[in-house]
Protein backbone atom coordinates (compact mmCIF):
# COMPACT_ATOMS: atom_id res chain seq x y z
CA UNK A 1 0.00 0.00 0.00
CA UNK A 2 0.95 3.71 -0.46
CA UNK A 3 1.67 3.46 3.59
CA UNK A 4 4.10 -0.04 3.04
CA UNK A 5 1.48 -2.13 4.42
CA UNK A 6 2.11 -5.66 2.82
CA UNK A 7 -1.11 -7.79 2.62
CA UNK A 8 -1.86 -10.98 1.00
CA UNK A 9 -5.03 -12.14 0.08
CA UNK A 10 -5.39 -16.32 -0.46
CA UNK A 11 -2.27 -18.27 -1.04
CA UNK A 12 -3.90 -20.25 -3.86
CA UNK A 13 -3.65 -24.14 -4.44
CA UNK A 14 0.04 -24.96 -4.44
CA UNK A 15 1.80 -25.03 -1.30
CA UNK A 16 4.57 -23.60 -2.05
CA UNK A 17 3.86 -20.98 -5.29
CA UNK A 18 2.15 -17.68 -2.86
CA UNK A 19 5.71 -18.09 -0.81
CA UNK A 20 7.97 -18.49 -3.83
CA UNK A 21 6.29 -15.23 -5.48
CA UNK A 22 6.01 -13.31 -2.22
CA UNK A 23 9.91 -14.17 -1.86
CA UNK A 24 10.11 -12.58 -5.73
CA UNK A 25 8.39 -9.47 -5.33
CA UNK A 26 9.29 -8.43 -1.14
CA UNK A 27 13.32 -7.44 -0.77
CA UNK A 28 15.38 -11.11 0.45
CA UNK A 29 15.60 -9.34 3.31
CA UNK A 30 11.81 -8.98 4.27
CA UNK A 31 10.09 -11.56 5.82
CA UNK A 32 6.82 -9.80 7.52
CA UNK A 33 3.61 -9.46 6.62
CA UNK A 34 0.92 -7.00 7.81
CA UNK A 35 -1.97 -9.49 7.11
CA UNK A 36 -3.04 -12.72 5.19
CA UNK A 37 -6.69 -12.63 4.27
CA UNK A 38 -8.17 -16.06 3.41
CA UNK A 39 -11.79 -15.42 1.56
CA UNK A 40 -12.97 -19.06 2.38
CA UNK A 41 -11.81 -22.25 3.19
CA UNK A 42 -11.38 -24.43 -0.18
CA UNK A 43 -8.06 -25.86 -1.35
CA UNK A 44 -7.34 -22.99 -3.89
CA UNK A 45 -7.76 -20.80 -1.97
CA UNK A 46 -6.53 -22.07 1.35
CA UNK A 47 -3.36 -24.29 0.12
CA UNK A 48 -0.39 -21.77 -0.01
CA UNK A 49 -1.17 -20.41 3.34
CA UNK A 50 0.44 -22.62 5.74
CA UNK A 51 3.62 -22.84 4.16
CA UNK A 52 3.75 -18.47 3.71
CA UNK A 53 2.83 -18.70 7.77
CA UNK A 54 5.50 -21.03 8.30
CA UNK A 55 8.07 -18.31 6.43
CA UNK A 56 6.53 -15.39 7.19
CA UNK A 57 5.79 -13.52 10.56
CA UNK A 58 2.09 -12.39 9.48
CA UNK A 59 0.53 -9.55 12.31
CA UNK A 60 -3.27 -9.78 10.83
CA UNK A 61 -5.06 -12.79 10.10
CA UNK A 62 -8.52 -11.49 8.06
CA UNK A 63 -11.14 -14.55 8.00
CA UNK A 64 -14.72 -15.16 8.08
CA UNK A 65 -14.54 -17.92 9.67
CA UNK A 66 -17.33 -19.72 7.59
CA UNK A 67 -15.67 -22.96 6.78
CA UNK A 68 -17.73 -25.83 8.41
CA UNK A 69 -16.36 -29.74 8.22
CA UNK A 70 -12.74 -28.73 6.53
CA UNK A 71 -10.05 -30.76 7.84
CA UNK A 72 -7.56 -28.05 6.12
CA UNK A 73 -9.67 -25.20 7.62
CA UNK A 74 -9.10 -26.84 11.18
CA UNK A 75 -5.19 -27.50 10.61
CA UNK A 76 -4.95 -23.69 9.51
CA UNK A 77 -6.59 -22.64 12.38
CA UNK A 78 -4.50 -24.40 14.53
CA UNK A 79 -1.81 -23.07 12.86
CA UNK A 80 -2.74 -19.45 13.46
CA UNK A 81 -2.92 -19.81 16.80
CA UNK A 82 0.43 -20.91 17.05
CA UNK A 83 1.55 -17.96 14.87
CA UNK A 84 0.13 -16.10 17.56
CA UNK A 85 -1.45 -13.67 14.91
CA UNK A 86 -4.37 -11.73 15.63
CA UNK A 87 -7.22 -13.62 14.26
CA UNK A 88 -10.00 -10.95 12.77
CA UNK A 89 -13.28 -12.58 12.09
CA UNK A 90 -14.24 -10.65 8.93
CA UNK A 91 -18.12 -9.73 8.34
CA UNK A 92 -20.13 -7.50 5.99
CA UNK A 93 -19.42 -3.75 6.75
CA UNK A 94 -16.21 -3.85 8.47
CA UNK A 95 -14.05 -1.17 7.10
CA UNK A 96 -9.46 -1.52 7.56
CA UNK A 97 -8.10 2.19 7.47
CA UNK A 98 -4.52 1.99 5.60
CA UNK A 99 -3.58 5.03 5.63
CA UNK A 100 -2.79 7.23 3.10
CA UNK A 101 -6.48 7.65 1.76
CA UNK A 102 -6.29 3.68 1.03
CA UNK A 103 -9.30 1.47 2.31
CA UNK A 104 -10.22 -2.08 2.45
CA UNK A 105 -13.93 -3.03 2.75
CA UNK A 106 -15.90 -6.06 3.44
CA UNK A 107 -18.52 -6.15 1.20
CA UNK A 108 -19.68 -10.00 1.92
CA UNK A 109 -20.75 -12.29 4.10
CA UNK A 110 -23.29 -10.49 6.40
CA UNK A 111 -23.90 -11.28 9.83
CA UNK A 112 -26.84 -13.88 9.19
CA UNK A 113 -24.43 -16.29 6.86
CA UNK A 114 -22.45 -17.07 10.66
CA UNK A 115 -24.33 -20.63 10.56
CA UNK A 116 -23.76 -21.85 6.58
CA UNK A 117 -23.44 -25.00 5.10
CA UNK A 118 -20.43 -26.66 3.60
CA UNK A 119 -22.73 -25.83 0.38
CA UNK A 120 -22.76 -22.25 0.59
CA UNK A 121 -19.06 -21.63 1.33
CA UNK A 122 -18.62 -20.36 -1.83
CA UNK A 123 -21.15 -18.06 -1.71
CA UNK A 124 -20.49 -16.50 1.67
CA UNK A 125 -16.56 -16.01 0.53
CA UNK A 126 -15.31 -12.66 1.53
CA UNK A 127 -16.06 -9.98 -1.50
CA UNK A 128 -13.93 -7.20 -0.24
CA UNK A 129 -12.95 -3.58 -2.01
CA UNK A 130 -9.38 -2.28 -2.12
CA UNK A 131 -9.91 1.71 -2.54
CA UNK A 132 -6.79 3.63 -3.47
CA UNK A 133 -7.85 7.20 -3.71
CA UNK A 134 -10.11 7.09 -6.69
CA UNK A 135 -8.90 3.92 -7.62
CA UNK A 136 -11.30 0.19 -6.50
CA UNK A 137 -10.68 -3.20 -6.78
CA UNK A 138 -13.57 -5.29 -6.68
CA UNK A 139 -12.55 -9.02 -5.65
CA UNK A 140 -15.68 -10.92 -4.77
CA UNK A 141 -13.66 -14.57 -4.73
CA UNK A 142 -15.73 -17.19 -5.39
CA UNK A 143 -19.00 -15.73 -5.23
CA UNK A 144 -21.31 -17.33 -7.36
CA UNK A 145 -24.53 -15.48 -8.21
CA UNK A 146 -26.31 -15.86 -4.88
CA UNK A 147 -23.80 -14.29 -3.19
CA UNK A 148 -22.90 -11.64 -5.60
CA UNK A 149 -27.09 -10.46 -5.63
CA UNK A 150 -26.23 -10.17 -1.17
CA UNK A 151 -23.05 -7.94 -2.25
CA UNK A 152 -25.12 -6.31 -4.68
CA UNK A 153 -28.22 -5.58 -2.24
CA UNK A 154 -26.37 -4.52 0.58
CA UNK A 155 -24.13 -2.59 -1.55
CA UNK A 156 -25.64 -0.74 -4.23
CA UNK A 157 -22.24 1.10 -5.55
CA UNK A 158 -19.94 -1.37 -6.56
CA UNK A 159 -18.54 0.53 -9.14
CA UNK A 160 -15.18 -0.30 -9.34
CA UNK A 161 -11.72 0.22 -11.82
CA UNK A 162 -10.59 -3.06 -11.48
CA UNK A 163 -13.01 -6.14 -11.10
CA UNK A 164 -11.77 -9.87 -10.50
CA UNK A 165 -14.32 -12.36 -12.39
CA UNK A 166 -16.14 -13.84 -9.71
CA UNK A 167 -15.35 -17.53 -9.07
CA UNK A 168 -12.96 -17.57 -12.32
CA UNK A 169 -15.71 -16.60 -14.42
CA UNK A 170 -17.60 -19.75 -16.05
CA UNK A 171 -21.08 -19.79 -15.09
CA UNK A 172 -21.13 -17.25 -12.22
CA UNK A 173 -20.97 -14.04 -13.93
CA UNK A 174 -24.27 -12.15 -12.53
CA UNK A 175 -25.11 -9.21 -15.21
CA UNK A 176 -26.67 -7.30 -12.66
CA UNK A 177 -23.40 -7.21 -10.30
CA UNK A 178 -20.90 -7.18 -13.42
CA UNK A 179 -23.20 -4.11 -14.51
CA UNK A 180 -22.50 -2.59 -11.17
CA UNK A 181 -19.13 -2.74 -11.05
CA UNK A 182 -18.55 -1.11 -14.36
CA UNK A 183 -15.17 -1.59 -14.43
CA UNK A 184 -12.17 -0.60 -16.94
CA UNK A 185 -10.21 -3.69 -16.55
CA UNK A 186 -11.90 -7.36 -15.22
CA UNK A 187 -8.88 -9.85 -14.65
CA UNK A 188 -10.38 -13.61 -14.97
CA UNK A 189 -7.89 -15.96 -12.88
CA UNK A 190 -7.85 -19.29 -13.52
CA UNK A 191 -5.34 -22.41 -14.33
CA UNK A 192 -4.33 -22.97 -18.12
CA UNK A 193 -5.85 -26.08 -17.94
CA UNK A 194 -9.43 -24.19 -17.26
CA UNK A 195 -8.60 -22.20 -20.58
CA UNK A 196 -11.72 -23.29 -22.21
CA UNK A 197 -13.97 -22.36 -19.24
CA UNK A 198 -12.02 -18.93 -19.52
CA UNK A 199 -12.85 -18.48 -23.12
CA UNK A 200 -16.61 -18.81 -22.26
CA UNK A 201 -16.01 -16.08 -19.34
CA UNK A 202 -14.08 -13.81 -22.11
CA UNK A 203 -17.13 -14.56 -24.27
CA UNK A 204 -19.90 -13.36 -21.73
CA UNK A 205 -17.28 -10.65 -20.77
CA UNK A 206 -16.77 -9.36 -24.77
CA UNK A 207 -20.34 -8.75 -25.02
CA UNK A 208 -20.25 -5.73 -22.13
CA UNK A 209 -16.63 -4.66 -22.32
CA UNK A 210 -13.82 -4.08 -24.92
CA UNK A 211 -11.68 -7.25 -25.66
CA UNK A 212 -8.80 -5.14 -24.75
CA UNK A 213 -10.01 -4.76 -20.99
CA UNK A 214 -10.59 -8.13 -20.44
CA UNK A 215 -7.41 -9.94 -19.11
CA UNK A 216 -6.72 -13.86 -18.29
CA UNK A 217 -3.88 -15.34 -16.39
CA UNK A 218 -3.81 -18.02 -18.52
CA UNK A 219 -2.40 -15.92 -21.47
CA UNK A 220 -0.93 -13.61 -19.62
CA UNK A 221 0.56 -14.88 -16.36
CA UNK A 222 0.57 -12.83 -12.87
CA UNK A 223 -0.90 -9.50 -13.58
CA UNK A 224 0.42 -6.27 -11.41
CA UNK A 225 -1.60 -3.22 -10.95
CA UNK A 226 0.15 -0.13 -9.91
CA UNK A 227 -1.27 3.28 -8.86
CA UNK A 228 -0.81 6.67 -7.30
CA UNK A 229 -4.74 6.97 -6.74
CA UNK A 230 -5.20 8.74 -9.94
CA UNK A 231 -3.93 6.67 -12.48
CA UNK A 232 -3.86 3.07 -13.21
CA UNK A 233 -0.62 1.27 -14.44
CA UNK A 234 -0.45 -2.17 -15.53
CA UNK A 235 2.12 -4.78 -16.35
CA UNK A 236 1.83 -8.55 -17.33
CA UNK A 237 4.38 -11.76 -16.79
CA UNK A 238 3.99 -12.61 -20.85
Request: aromatic share 6%.
Given at each position: TPNGHQILIDGGQEPYKARLYLGKKMPFWDYTLDMVVLTHSHEDHLGGLPQVLLKYKV???LDSHLSPGSYSYEKWQEQVK???AVDIRAQDGMIIDLGNNTLLEVLHPPEESKNTSA??????ALA???TVGNIRFLMPSDNRVKGQRETLLNHPDLWSTVLAAPHHGGDSLDPLFIKAASPSAVIVSASFQDKPSQERTVSKLAERFPQSSILTTSQSGSIEFITDGEKLWMRTER
Open positions: DYIAEKADIDDNLRL
